[in-house]
C-alpha cells in the first residue's frame, strides 16, 4: 500500500502542475530517458524505488496533452471525473466482457448507452459498444455493416468468408480520415478497392457526384473532416443510400459530438438517419486513452458479427460486450464516461462543445487580425492557418513548437503546408484567445524576420 500512495502522490503532483509545465517535453527530459535503459533486473527491484523512477523520468518527458495550452491532434484534456474514476477502475480492474465477470461494468454499460443515445439524440435502440479508439470502432461498424449487406444478399460471411462473396461497393469521400481506410483493409473490403466521390473546398463529399451503383453498396460519410472541421451533407447521402437499400456509416471521431450542441444542428442535419457511426471519447468527451464508441441502430448486426461461442460461457444474462466486439477480454471503459456524462450533464456536454468552438471562432478572427491567413470555414474546433508562403508556414509551425508555451501540429490542405490548432479540452475557453493568439503571432514575427 505504500507503494500505492507513493503513486497516488505523484499522480496529484503531477495532475496539479501540469498547465505550468512546457506544453512539449524539453530536450533536457527526453535525455533523461536514458534512465529507464538498464538491463532487465536479475531478482526484481523494489516496487517503491520503481514507481519513483517512474516518476522522476518519466513524469518531465510527458507531452502536456491534458494542460491547458495543448492544441495538437484533437487531443482532450483529461476532466477530473475521469481521471478520478480511472484510478478507481484501475484498482477494480474489471473484466467487462460479460455481466458475470463484472456486475458494475455491465449496469453501467446499460447505462452510459442509454445516456449516449440521448445526448447524441441517436434512434432509441441503438447498440453501443466501446473498443480502443475510433480506428477500431469504424471497423467494428465497417464489419457488421459488410456482414449485414451479404446477408441480405445470401451469404455468410462468418460461415463463409470473403472468398466468393458478392462484391461490396464502398463509396467513400475523398477527404476520407487514413484510419478510415485502415479500417476498411482491416476487415476485408480494401483500401484502395472503393468508389471515391470529390470533396468541395472544406473536404465535403459533394453528394450530387455520388455514383449511380447497385448490389450490396457501403457508403462512409465524415463529420468533422480532421483539418477543417466540415461536415459531409447527410440527408442528401441518406437519401441516396436510400435507394439503394446501402449501408451509411458515419466516421465522427471528434465531429459527432457536434449532435449534442443544438446551436450546430445544421451542421448534423440528417446525421441521425445513419446505420452506424463511430467517435472517440478521449477526444472531446475528456476521457483517458484509450476509449473508441462504436453505435450501430440494429444491435443484432453487432452480434451476428462479433459472437464468440464456448462451452465455458454461461448463457444470455444480459448484454455481453464480448459478443458485441471484435475483443472477448476489455477494461471497462464505460465507467470514467459515465463519470464524465453525469458530472456535465445533457447542458455541460453542449457547453462544452459550444466553448469549445467559441474559442477556435476567437482565435481564428484574433490570428486573422494579427495578418495571418486563416484558409478553412470555422464551423467547429478547427483553425487553419498559414504565414506568407509554404517555407515561412513551416518556420511557423516550428517556431510556436520550440517556444513550447502551447503546441501545436503541421498539416497539408489543399497541396500546401498549414498550422492546424484543434480546441476540445475541457479547459479551454474564448478567454484563453488572446493568450494563445498572442504566441502565435510572436512567433510568425520571429519566423518572418528569420526568413528575412
Known amino acids: 500500500m505504500d507503494a500505492l500512495r ?6 496529484l503532483d503531477y495532475a496539479a502542475s501540469v498547465d505550468d509545465r512546457p506544453a512539449f517535453p524539453t530536450p533536457e527530459a527526453v535525455a533523461g ?3 529507464f535503459d538498464e538491463p532487465l533486473p536479475e531478482t526484481g527491484a523494489d516496487v517503491a524505488e520503481t514507481l519513483r523512477l517512474l516518476d522522476a523520468a518519466g513524469s518531465p518527458a510527458t507531452v502536456a496533452t491534458t494542460a491547458d495550452r495543448y492544441f495538437g491532434f484533437v487531443i482532450g484534456g483529461v476532466h477530473p471525473a475521469a481521471l478520478g474514476a480511472a484510478w478507481l477502475a484501475d484498482a477494480w480492474d474489471q473484466n467487462a466482457g460479460l455481466p458475470v465477470m463484472s456486475p458494475v461494468a455491465a449496469r453501467l454499460h446499460d447505462v452510459v448507452r442509454r ?12 447498440g453501443v459498444v466501446f473498443t480502443t479508439g475510433a480506428t477500431v470502432a469504424n471497423a467494428t461498424c465497417l464489419a457488421a455493416g459488410r456482414d449485414s449487406l ?22 467513400v469521400g475523398a477527404h476520407r480520415h487514413s484510419t478510415l481506410s485502415k479500417s476498411l483493409g482491416l476487415v476485408g473490403l480494401g483500401r484502395r478497392r472503393v468508389v471515391v466521390v470529390p470533396a468541395d473546398d472544406q473536404g465535403r463529399l459533394r453528394a450530387e457526384e455520388l455514383p449511380d451503383v447497385s448490389g450490396p453498396v457501403l457508403v462512409c460519410a465524415q463529420a468533422g473532416e480532421v483539418n477543417s472541421g466540415a461536415f459531409d451533407p447527410f440527408d442528401a447521402i441518406a437519401d441516396w443510400a436510400a435507394d439503394r437499400e446501402a449501408w451509411v456509416h458515419v466516421d465522427g471521431a471528434f465531429g459527432l459530438w457536434a449532435l449534442a450542441d443544438p446551436t450546430r444542428a445544421a451542421l448534423v442535419a440528417g446525421l441521425d438517419r445513419a446505420d452506424s457511426w463511430a467517435t472517440d471519447g478521449h477526444k472531446w468527451l475528456n476521457v483517458t486513452y484509450d476509449c ?13 458479427t462479433f459472437t464468440a461461442v464456448a462451452g465455458y460461457l454461461p448463457g444470455d444474462e444480459g448484454f455481453e460486450t464480448m459478443h458485441h466486439t471484435p475483443q472477448s477480454s476489455q477494461r471497462a471503459r464505460q465507467i470514467e464516461v459515465w463519470a464524465v456524462l453525469r458530472a456535465l450533464g445533457r447542458t455541460g456536454v453542449a457547453e462544452l462543445v459550444q466553448r469549445t468552438c467559441d474559442t477556435a471562432a476567437a482565435l481564428a478572427d484574433r490570428l486573422r487580425a494579427g495578418g495571418l491567413d486563416v484558409v478553412n470555414d470555422v464551423v467547429l474546433n478547427q483553425v487553419l492557418v498559414r504565414l506568407d508562403d509554404a517555407a515561412s508556414t513551416n518556420a511557423l509551425v516550428a517556431a510556436v513548437q520550440a517556444d513550447g508555451r502551447i503546441w501545436c501540429g503541421a498539416t ?8 492546424r490548432i484543434s480546441v476540445s479540452s475541457w479547459k479551454s475557453g474564448p478567454e484563453d484567445a488572446e493568450a494563445v493568439a498572442g504566441v502565435i503571432l510572436e512567433c510568425a514575427t520571429r519566423a518572418r524576420a528569420a526568413g528575412r
Not at 507513493?6 to 499522480?11: F, K, L, Q, S, V
Not at 460471411?157 to 462484391?167: E, T
Open 292 to 304: 473508441g464508441i462504436a453505435f450501430v441502430r440494429e444491435v443484432t448486426a453487432l452480434r451476428r
Open 412 to 419: 497539408q490542405w489543399h497541396g500546401a503546408p498549414a498550422m
Open 150 to 171: 451479404l446477408e441480405r444478399a445470401g451469404w455468410d460471411v462468418q460461415a463463409d468468408g470473403l472468398f466468393g462473396a458478392p462484391p461490396v461497393t464502398v463509396v
Open 33 to 35: 530517458l536514458t534512465a
Open 115 to 126: 445516456w449516449l443515445v440521448d445526448v447524441l439524440q441517436l434512434p432509441e435502440q441503438t
Open 6 to 11: 507513493i503513486a497516488a502522490d505523484a499522480a
